[in-house]
């Protein structure tokens, strides 16, 4: 409560790989770029993060769990504060069976009387899942937004993404319920390619 957050993280040149024979009933995480998981910031606090991840690879063959050698933010709760979060992706590789990213992930649960700005570049990526969903671009989830400004800047280039869900290369923007939220996205996104055999394949802009 009234907090001032920086937070800054750079992954470059990591390896992170997972598999064997034994079933794995629990999920696990091969994590070789940045993951930031934030619960809650509420009541006049401000979180300013910058996060670079580059050159990283990451596998991840068990039946359950992400592969993340790009950037995962995740946003629980955000009420009555700013946000503001500068991610670069570039150069990463990432395989699983589940979720999988090279790119960049931005989460959000839900938003109440905040101010939210990312600004974000991704390229030359490459995302693979056999089961899941695989993002070598950039997407932004957002459950619900209400009396909040919601700003976007998003550049995706030469990203490869290949899924049996959905695959994004591009720039995917998803929204869940919204109320009296302002949002603006500017977005460019060019020479990617996604393929998928079930869901969304986004190269463009969605």
Known sequence: VG??????????????VLGGARPVTN?????????VEVSEVKKDSSFQGNNLASDNYASNILAK???????????????????????????????????VVSGVYSQFGSLTNSDVDLNT???????????G?????QQVTIGSSKNTDFNVEATSKYNSATAKESAIAGVGVTFGTLRNAPT??????KNNYANTQNQDAVAGVS
């Open 133 to 137: 969903s695989a993002i070598a671009g």
């Open 121 to 131: 570049r991704t390229s030359e990526n490459t995302a693979t899942s056999t089961k």
């Open 65 to 99: 769990g992400d592969a993340v050698s790009g950037i995962n933010t995740d946003f629980g709760t955000t009420r009555d504060s700013v946000v503001q979060q500068i991610n670069k992706a570039e150069y990463n590789s990432a395989f699983g069976n589940d979720l």
């Open 184 to 189: 603006s996205i500017d977005a460019i996104s």
């Open 3 to 16: 907090s001032e957050i920086f937070q800054k993280s750079e992954a470059i040149d990591n390896e992170a």
């Open 27 to 35: 999920d696990t995480q091969a994590i070789s770029g940045v993951v």
